[in-house]
Nanobody
Framework: QEHLVESGGGLVQAGGSLRLSCAAS????????MGWYRQAPGRQREWVAS???????TYAGSVEGRFTISRDNAKNALYLEMDSLQPEDASVYYC????????????WGQGTQVTVSS
């Protein structure tokens, strides 16, 4: 099973940017779909974005145009560049291996906290 570790969260002012990273325990070449998810207090975990092995991306409507998902297969790393952050983006962010976009199939890691001040 894949072991994923998220990092890069922090406190940012509204309108600011953050870049999240996700490191995997084995080669990304064997992982097709990978995605980012987030969970705010009192809310269900929601899908944010996905990317396949060929670099094709899909986004949730609430983040499209502001967030960019990318991957570096040689470094076994997944990224989420978040721009124009808003208070409603504040959540714990998780990465996961997917069977399809929005379909996580691996164990959840500890996530990384993103806090946005207004």
């Amino acid at each position: 099973q894949e072991h994923l570790v998220e990092s890069g969260g922090g406190l940012v002012q509204a309108g600011g940017s953050l870049r999240l990273s996700c490191a995997a325990s084995r080669s990304f070449f064997s992982l097709n779909f990978m995605g980012w998810y987030r969970q705010a207090p009192g809310r269900q975990r929601e899908w944010v974005a996905s990317i396949d092995l060929g670099g094709r991306t899909t986004y949730a409507g609430s983040v499209e145009g502001r967030f960019t998902i990318s991957r570096d297969n040689a470094k076994n790393a997944l990224y989420l560049e978040m721009d124009s952050l808003q208070p409603e983006d504040a959540s714990v962010y998780y990465c996961n291996v997917e069977s399809m976009p929005g379909g996580p199939r691996g164990p959840w890691g500890q996530g990384t906290q993103v806090t946005v001040s207004s």
